[in-house]
């Protein structure tokens, strides 16, 4: 059986499977961790530990004992087989190591380690957040599966009431890892936007979808009647691509100066479009009579590529300004 069906680490990992493993239940470390040459942020493979790194010998060149096994059966050890440096440690036969550093709920972090395995077991890295009480909040596992050093990463942002980061690294084969980083990150995603949301510039930028339906711009405001409809796709790739993983992007379609006639009808719509172009998540906000403004909000599943953005109407609508966020 593999772990990622039988073990969701340690005593205070184990979420929602029934691994009996005797584990060390150790005191929180605290502190700042390994000091590096550069003191600066910086995840791109081959860099230098930073000095706001939070984990204690994250390079294992130290032979400090901040690293804890959490099995009582495989093998941890030392081995001169290092991405940089002299050392690092191999894990395997059903072994495991972790570290738990004090951290702030609400902060997001990000862990970042060379690693690598061999044969066809199971090995994974996971960063996890938990309470005051050593109980599981959120964690992200990653499968290694590289035969050569490779960058695992994780990017998390911890839930109300977090109390510790737990990274732990377990392999049922053998996996080599080096050179770990945990730091905090002020997350700041590319921003987004759509063309002539003002509709100055009449219906440049905009798609229709008028049969049978009617748009036009009137008094510098979009008409939509009669089953006709105006988008946009918006390129949301990079934003997407660089959120926290337990932290979606979330798009705002944001359109003021509404009216409404007609019983029929209407809506703002936000749809999510992976890279085929195929629908991932969709949400709609229907338009009613005393509607002046809207916002619809959606979260972006982690495989979208694309947003849309749509104004339709059976029944008369018009719309003054329309602008997305993701801020």
């Known amino acids: 059986m593999s772990l990622q069906k039988l073990f969701n680490h340690r005593s205070t990992l184990i979420i929602s499977i029934g691994l009996s493993l005797i584990a060390c239940d150790s005191a929180v470390i605290t502190g700042t961790g390994s000091t590096g040459a550069t003191g600066a942020t910086d995840l791109t493979i081959g860099a230098a530990l930073a000095s706001n790194n939070l984990l204690l010998d994250g ?9 804890e096994s959490c099995s009582t059966n495989g093998s941890n050890s030392l081995t001169s087989d290092a991405n940089a440096g002299s050392q690092a440690i191999n894990v395997s036969d059903g072994g495991c190591i972790f570290q738990n550093i004090n951290i702030s709920a609400g ?3 990000q862990l970042s380690c060379k690693a690598k395995s061999s044969g066809d077991s199971w090995s994974s890295a996971t960063l996890a957040f938990l309470d005051a009480n050593q109980q599981p909040l959120d964690s992200r596992e990653q499968a290694i599966t590289s035969t050569n050093y490779s960058t695992y990463s994780a990017t998390l942002t911890a839930p109300a009431f977090s109390n510790v980061a737990e990274v732990l690294f377990y392999s049922e084969g053998s996996a080599t890892i080096d050179d770990c980083q945990l730091e905090e990150i002020a997350v700041t995603l590319p921003p987004i936007s759509i063309i002539n949301g003002s509709f100055d510039d ?8 008028q049969a049978p339906g009617t748009v036009e711009v009137v008094d510098g405001a979009a008409v939509i009647a009669n089953s006709a409809c105006i988008s946009q796709k918006i390129d949301v790739s990079a934003p997407v691509a660089q959120s926290p993983d337990n932290q979606p992007m979330t798009l705002s379609f944001l359109c003021d100066g509404v009216t409404k006639v007609g019983p029929e009808h209407a809506s703002f719509i936000v749809a999510f479009l992976d890279e085929n172009e195929q629908p991932v998540a969709t949400k709609e906000s229907p338009i009613n009579a005393t509607t002046t403004s809207s916002a619809v909000r959606l979260d972006a599943p982690k495989t979208a590529a694309y947003a849309e953005v749509m104004a339709y109407s059976d029944a008369t609508i018009t719309v003054g300004t329309c602008s997305v966020s993701n801020q």
């Open 59 to 67: 390079d294992f060149e130290s032979d400090s004992t901040t690293w």
């Open 107 to 109: 902060a997001t972090y």
């Open 202 to 209: 009449g219906l440049d930028g905009w798609e229709q979808c």
